[in-house]
């Protein structure tokens, strides 16, 4: 895995002791420095000898597959001339007898060199013709060589837990990497006729290998697949009732990573049809029910619902609840099942459910409460229950959250009561110290400061965890995986030379869980303050946890919640504090070496967080904090350069063009991070950070040259945004520095661009004060050619996000720039028809700032009548006090903007009570409840039309 990857690629390679130590530096033998015996010796002229031995049936063929996969590992690519024979010799594998002599080990150590070569070189795997012409329909046909006796779906083990289908799991990661790294836009077009030949046949292998190609590339084919996903979901749901298990079995697995890679993109609407669980829920629930009641099959019966649970992870309660009672009675009657991977899985199933159902679910609380209780009470009859054990405290707390906490608070002192006991009975790395560190995390969430009874149970645990180091052991060939601590299952192993690696991946979960709630734990208010400091000291380290690049990511994401919590509960005018912001400081840049854009990003929006936070005195931090910002800047100014150069070399074919284009999206997320920051201090001190941004301003502006992308542009704009909402009139100096990439911007097929352009213009109007209405009248064509875009108004369209942002633009143009060309009525009639907002919330709360004064200026009445106020009125009720509320709770701004909307709508109610009645006639009935509700409009009484 990654863990594996890093600890190779830092020569982190030293003999792991019983304490999991092991020495920095190159990797030795603990007798001599013998690397792998090539079969040939190591030269220039050893490489075809050494594919053409893979066919030589004198035994060594696994030799030479593991030597190949080490010069790949090495990046040695010495191979690069023979690729048709390499290439050829891969298909063989894959295909297995009656192509090739090689044994299992040769053939899988053979398909493992595609991962490598596709993540480090993948424009030597697209340059090859029989790549594309053999290997990949090789892999689609070795996916489905699987294990076809029925016996195997009616075995009580989990299906990863066997070794009976290496070959298959090995062709899959290929297909995954492959996808991934070449490009959905390269895989699926030569795949395609596969998948659709062995979903159409009768035989259960073409089906089975169809539907495990489609769970392999989907994650990185999500873009070209959307265009076929209908016909796609209309081929496999029938396969969740073919009548040979093993298809069922495969079906449920294409179901659910499909469901979790078209799920609801984070800050929109799920109940939007974008998402596979709008568009597919009366497809899929329905087949996944019935499959949940094949108790022969206890494999397929689990995986199931374990693709259930992947669905309703990520559904509205809208779209659950006319199945919801169906759901929850298969998943009670599971409950009982004598099989552990069934048990397992519906316990996952119901937390999900009760997750993704929240208030509609407190009626079946009390009906699992009990059963899952006894779950955990229930000592494990093995080890392997423990895993059970688990999942129920982790059901318990998840179900826990999802009601109102004082429904919880009853059934917390005898969950806490069965945990004391299991944490009496952990040993060093049990499985179960993540169940309980995530459990007591969630159980902090439900009584925050009343949580301080419990602090005394986890703290020694989870500082444990926070602290525990990697494990590693070197093995020889002789030596048995199982008599690893805690056995093979519980280690990633990888072949090097003729030793491997293993890496415990049990102390990486802990720490990863530990990371993962310490910002809930804060919650626990005063009380946590023993804890704080010794918990800041172990920030640094986890910020440069190379082992990890998501335990960096998420300390960072951390860090502005404990150092909130140090602003509030230490008394030691602010050292703790700074303490944590220097550890960010450190990571964004530490020591000359660059970190991954992904952690930079990180970095910088932590930053950002911890500027926003009005009690932080961060002025004499200023030098570091916009050094670090030059760094993210020049890191991605380097990035543009290195891409136009390949562009200039030319001869990119189009999945070349995707790849660059995916790189300059990473990159983005850096100069976004620096954007935000950049927001931030601006609103903390405006001409404070003026010189500080003239300073960064040439790194920008070579954002928007001529020669950088739309994707490269785009955050650049997002910078000036920041420079016109705080200087407002005094920022017409920058005006010719971001002007014609504004309005180039507006008709860039870049949403990003395109979005960034029309928020700029709506700046323009709104913060100008007259000063732009030249500029601004200039770009009115170009934001209603956005408008009157033919797909603007559809909610699962690309341009959405855009178009609202347009839409914005119009009503601040026609609000404070009447003289600007675009009227009123006008902004008005291109506005509410996208009412409520979905895509940019922060802009959503700004304009429904505006439409309230609207309302209570003397000429509402010109503009609003009771059909369009009726469609201002629904809005509202989706926002404010909803389940669309756009800030956290007790958020300033957000109660600023929900008392805005609230006074506004009791003015017309009480200046016009006539259109007011008549607008509430005209509203859809559930919209109209709830307005009624949450406005607590008093007396009316719903009419009928």
């Known amino acids: 895995g990654r863990l594996v990857a890093r600890v190779i690629e830092r020569g982190e390679m ?298 309703t992870e990520h559904s509205h309660h809208s779209i659950l609840e006319p199945y919801l009672d169906d759901i929850l009675l298969r998943l009670g009657t599971m409950l009982s099942s004598e099989h552990r991977i069934v048990l397992e899985q519906t316990v996952t199933s119901i937390a999900s459910t009760a997750q993704s159902a929240s208030e509609i679910f407190e009626s079946a609380y009390p009906h699992f409460m009990p059963p899952l209780k006894q779950l955990l009470e229930t000592p494990p009859i093995s080890d392997e229950w423990k895993l059970l054990r688990g999942k129920a405290m982790e059901c318990i707390t998840l179900m826990g959250t999802a009601v109102k906490p004082e429904i919880f608070r009853e059934d917390i002192p005898d969950v806490v009561a069965a945990m004391r006991e299991i944490i009496g009975t952990l040993t060093e790395h049990d499985i179960e110290r993540q169940y309980i560190i995530e459990a007591y995390a969630r159980i902090c969430q439900s009584l925050e400061d009343d949580f301080a009874p419990y602090l005394e149970d986890i703290m020694p645990i989870f500082m444990a965890a926070l602290r525990i180091q990697p494990e590693i052991q070197m093995l020889d060939e002789d030596s048995d995986p199982d008599a690893l601590p805690g056995g093979e299952d519980e280690w990633d192993i990888m072949p090097i030379g003729d030793r491997c690696m293993a890496v415990h991946t049990v102390p990486a979960i802990l720490k990863q869980s530990a990371v993962g709630v310490l910002k809930i734990l804060t919650l626990a208010g005063p009380s946590f303050e023993p804890y704080l400091a010794s918990i800041v000291h172990e920030v640094p380290a986890l910020l440069k946890y190379d082992m990890d690049p998501q335990i960096r990511t998420i300390t960072a994401s951390d860090v502005p919640s404990l150092l909130g919590c140090a602003l509030d509960i230490a008394d030691d ?266 895509d940019d919330l922060d802009e959503a709360n700004s304009v429904y700032e505006v439409l309230s004064e609207l309302l209570r200026d003397p000429t509402a009445n010109d503009y609003f009548n009771s059909e369009n106020l009726a469609v201002l009125f629904t809005a509202f009720a989706e926002v404010v006090l909803g389940e669309k509320a756009f800030f956290a709770d007790g958020d300033e701004e957000a109660n600023g903007c929900t008392d805005t909307v609230r006074s506004a709508v009791e003015h017309v109610r009480t200046d016009g009570p006539d259109i007011f009645c008549a607008a509430l006639v005209l509203m859809d009935a559930d919209a109209r409840k709830s307005f009624i509700e949450r406005f607590e409009v008093p007396g009316y009484a719903p009419i009928s039309v």
């Open 573 to 838: 005018d602010g050292a703790l504090a700074s303490s944590l912001f220097s550890a960010l400081v450190a990571a964004g840049a530490r020591d000359g070496e660059e970190p991954a854009a992904e952690i930079q990003s990180a970095v910088l929006l932590a930053m950002a967080r911890c500027v926003a936070d009005g009690r932080f005195k961060y002025a004499q931090r200023m030098d570091e904090i916009v050094v670090a910002m030059r760094l993210a800047l020049e890191y991605v100014q380097s990035g543009c350069e290195s891409r136009q150069e390949i562009r200039d070399e030319g001869d990119l074919d189009p999945e070349g063009l995707e790849q660059l284009e995916m790189q300059a999206d990473t990159d983005s997320e850096v100069a976004i991070g620096v954007a935000f920051l950049i927001d931030e201090l601006f609103k903390r001190d405006t001409d404070g950070f003026l010189p500080h941004f003239l300073e960064l301003e040439p790194l920008i502006l070579d954002l928007l040259n001529d020669e950088r992308t739309d994707t490269e542009q785009g955050p650049a704009l997002v910078m000036y945004c920041s420079v016109v909402e705080n200087l407002g009139p005094k920022s017409v100096d920058f005006l010719p520095n971001f002007l014609d990439p504004m309005m180039k911007g507006l008709s860039s097929e870049n949403m990003s661009l395109r979005q960034g352009a029309a928020y700029l213009v709506g700046a323009l109007a709104k913060y100008g004060k007259g000063v732009f209405e030249v500029v601004v009248a200039d770009a009115v064509p170009g934001l209603l050619t956005v408008l009157k875009d033919p797909d603007s108004y559809q909610q699962q369209s690309r341009v959405r996000g855009a178009t609202e942002n347009a839409a914005a633009a119009a009503l601040y143009i026609a609000r404070f720039l009447p003289n600007a060309g675009l009227g009123m009525a006008e902004a008005l009639e291109l506005l509410l028809p996208l009412l409520p907002f979905f």
């Open 14 to 311: 030293g003999h792991g002791g019983e304490d999991g130590s092991g020495s920095e530096g190159e990797w030795e033998d603990e007798d001599d420095d013998e690397q792998y015996d090539c079969p040939f010796g190591c030269g220039e002229g050893c490489v075809l000898p050494l594919i053409l031995s893979l066919e030589s049936g004198n035994g060594e063929e696994a030799g030479a597959a593991g030597c190949l996969l080490e010069m790949v590992a090495s990046e040695d690519y010495s191979f690069a001339p023979h690729m048709d024979e390499l290439a050829q010799a891969i298909a063989n594998a894959a295909l297995g007898e009656g192509h090739t002599v090689m044994e299992d080990d040769a053939r899988v150590l053979l398909l493992s060199m595609i991962p490598d070569l596709a993540e480090e070189a993948p424009q030597m795997l697209r340059s090859c013709a029989l790549f594309a012409t053999a290997v990949i329909p090789a892999l689609v046909e070795a996916c489905g060589q699987v294990d076809l006796d029925p016996a195997w779906c009616a075995s009580d083990e989990p299906s990863d837990s066997t070794d009976d289908d290496t070959i298959t799991s090995a062709a899959s990661s290929a297909l995954d990497m492959a996808s991934i790294s070449l490009g959905g836009g390269y895989i699926l077009p030569i795949v395609a006729p596969f998948i659709q030949a062995g979903l159409a046949g009768a035989d259960p292998a073409g089906k089975i290998g169809a539907l495990m190609t489609i769970t392999a590339i989907a994650e990185g084919a999500v873009k070209p697949l959307k265009s076929v996903l209908n016909d796609l979901v209309r081929a496999i749901v029938p396969c969740l009732l073919d009548e040979h298990p093993r298809v069922r079995h495969a079906a449920c697995n294409a179901i659910g990573q499909l469901a979790d890679d078209f799920k609801p993109a984070p800050g929109t609407d799920a109940r939007l049809p974008t998402n596979f669980q709008a568009l597919y829920h009366a497809e899929v629930i329905p087949a996944l029910l019935q499959l949940t009641m094949d108790v022969p099959n206890p494999r397929v019966q689990a995986h199931a619902v374990s693709a259930l649970a992947n669905f």
